[in-house]
């Protein structure tokens, strides 16, 4: 897509799709058992609680969604990550640095929420969500429009837990914290 000008517009349009970041499967029967609809909705309660406590400044409960082994990325406008956390103790340390830098309100709004992949006998699923995320601070303002894509595993007490976690913001309104970049 370009501008009136001819120059490209930032982010290209459908960047995820187009650089490999997701790959979105026709609609097509699958399966609708109770076991997959309860692991559905769990894993949907993993987006709404992880996005919730991150509005809430509640670092434990973001870091309480993800394995112990955890990736998470973070890009813009890009399927190339400007920043990258491993294991739940770096997020934590990491995550807690960002949000103490951040002196407004954030509230994320989560929907589009797809199971792409869902095995239930080995545990493991892959799923996709969109934001947009408001910032009110003497005002409100739109912060951001995100992607997440995700892969979840099943862990031993049954939650849905984020084993990898890529956020894709289309663009982002004011200056990334310091404590997010490399």
Same mark, same amino acid.
Do not use: C
């Given at each position: 897509?370009?501008?009136?000008?001819?120059?490209?517009?930032?982010?290209?349009?459908?960047?995820?799709?187009?650089?490999?970041?997701?790959?979105?499967?026709?609609?097509?029967?699958?399966?609708w058992s109770a076991g997959a609809l309860a692991a559905r909705a769990q894993i949907t309660e993993a987006f709404n609680r992880f996005a919730t406590a991150h509005d809430e400044a509640r670092v434990d409960v973001v870091v309480s969604c993800f394995t112990e082994d955890t990736v998470f990325e973070v890009a813009q406008g890009s399927a190339e990550p400007f920043t990258r956390f491993t294991g739940r103790a770096e997020l934590f340390d990491r995550l807690t640095r960002i949000i103490a830098e951040q002196s407004d309100q954030?509230?994320?709004?989560?929907?589009?929420?797809?199971?792409?992949?869902?095995?239930?006998a080995?545990?493991?699923?892959?799923? !996709?969500?969109? $934001? +947009?995320?408001?910032? #009110?601070?003497?005002?409100?303002? !739109?912060?951001? $429009? +995100?992607?997440?894509? #995700?892969e979840l595993r099943r862990e031993d007490d049954g939650c849905w837990r984020f084993g990898y976690f890529f956020i894709g913001m289309d663009s982002y309104s004011g200056e990334r914290p310091k404590a997010g970049e490399k």
């Open positions: 897509m370009t501008t009136k000008a001819g120059a490209p517009t930032l982010p290209p349009q459908a960047w995820a799709h187009r650089q490999g970041k997701i790959d979105m499967r026709p609609l097509e029967p699958g399966d954030r509230r994320h709004v989560m929907g589009n929420i797809l199971v792409e992949r869902l095995d239930l080995e545990g493991t699923a892959a799923a !996709l969500a969109f $934001s +947009v995320v408001t910032v #009110a601070a003497d005002g409100l303002t !739109l912060g951001a $429009s +995100v992607i997440y894509t #995700a």
